[in-house]
């Protein structure tokens, strides 16, 4: 039976997929300054998590000073199991650290591509890609409403009514004139 877990356990995968990471995970956020916030969050996090792993797993490999004493039969079992329990301990440290470093490496990847696409950043354009992104944001709750319901949620107008009024006019206008599927860029 240990084998066939074993065995099982070769296709699990701990952490994300690539696909879940760049679809789920940083894709949903919407615009390209969204994603590229998402992605800052996401490697700050991982790297914070890297760190104390690699920690971890130096703290298990110093070796415990060793106490001479008579050990009986008990005290040897017990013993080997907390010796099995370390080395699956460092096992599973180990196989951490190599999961987070993967998808840090994805995630650096993807924050290039979109710093690339976003360009340098400064207080005035980090506002103007703020402001930008919270209308894109609504534009595509309102559109999915439609979809969905026949008309815009109250949960959604809030959100839209929370918006400077210049943007709150330019999306109402364009929601009476424009399909949903063409502000989603599905069409």
Not at 73 to 79: A, G, I, L, P, V
Not at 110 to 120: E, F, Q
Not at 149 to 168: A, R, W
Request: some cysteine; aromatic content about 6%.
């Amino acid at each position: 039976m240990r084998d066939t877990i074993k065995n099982l356990l070769n296709d699990h995968r701990e952490k994300h997929s690539y696909f879940q990471i760049e679809n789920f995970i940083i894709g949903c956020q919407g615009s390209d300054w969204f994603q590229y916030r998402q992605c800052l969050r996401e490697i700050k996090a991982r790297w914070e998590t890297l760190e104390m792993l690699k920690e971890d797993l130096i703290l298990m490999q110093i070796p415990k000073p060793s106490k001479f004493r008579f050990f009986v039969k008990s005290d040897r079992m017990k013993k080997r199991i907390m010796k099995r329990r370390e080395a699956r301990k460092i096992s599973s440290l180990t196989e951490n650290i190599s999961e987070v470093e993967r998808e840090i490496k994805k995630l650096i990847n993807l924050a290039l591509k979109l710093k690339k696409s976003i360009g340098d950043i400064d207080d005035e354009k980090r506002e103007a890609l703020e402001a930008d992104s919270w209308y894109q944001k609504a534009r595509k709750m309102a559109a999915v409403d439609i979809m969905v319901h026949g008309g815009i949620s109250k949960q959604t107008m809030d959100f839209i009514l929370s918006l400077p009024k210049e943007d709150l006019k330019n999306i109402l206008l364009e929601i009476r004139h424009v399909k949903p599927e063409t502000i989603l860029q599905i069409e």
